[in-house]
């Protein structure tokens, strides 16, 4: 009696667990700021591209041309991007002798565009993943 008393407890613990177990996943659903960004008003001038723990700043050749970041990483092998990381729903950029950006991505038309805000100031400045139309973004 004993041993089904614990198996019931055993069985009624795990479906606990599984039914109330917490997934992020549900409440951020793959907004990730990893990758290459365009910033609107200088698409032929820049672009920013997200590693998992550095950010770097990319330029065109002039032409609206970018190199990929091995390239552009090989062209400027002093370059050792900038450091990032999330505090709280805040993108923490260490611009370097103690001097941050911190700024809240807002990811919309599917985590295709990010309107970045800071404080109670609205939109500070709208990024779009390279290779996305952003005209196709209401």
């Not at 960004?37 to 001038?45: A, K, L, S, T």
């Not at 820049?46 to 950010?55: A, G, P, W």
């Not at 950006?101 to 800071?118: E, L, M, Y």
């Amino acid at each position: 009696m004993q041993n089904v008393i614990r198996l019931l407890i055993l069985a009624l613990l795990v479906l606990t667990l599984a039914l109330c177990s917490s997934d992020d996943s549900k409440d951020i659903p793959d907004k990730t700021i990893i990758g290459r960004w365009i910033f609107v008003g200088f698409e032929n001038q820049i672009r920013y591209e997200f590693t998992s723990d550095k950010l770097y700043t990319i330029y065109s050749d002039g032409n609206g041309v970018f190199p990929t970041l091995e390239e552009f990483l090989q062209q400027n092998p002093n370059i050792t991007g900038l450091d990032w990381y999330y505090e709280g729903d805040t993108v923490v950029v260490d611009l370097n002798f103690g001097n941050f950006s911190r700024q809240v991505p807002n990811f919309k038309c599917d985590n295709n565009v990010i309107d970045w805000s800071q404080d109670e100031n609205p939109i500070q400045s709208t990024y779009f993943r390279d290779g996305y139309d952003i005209t196709d973004c209401k």
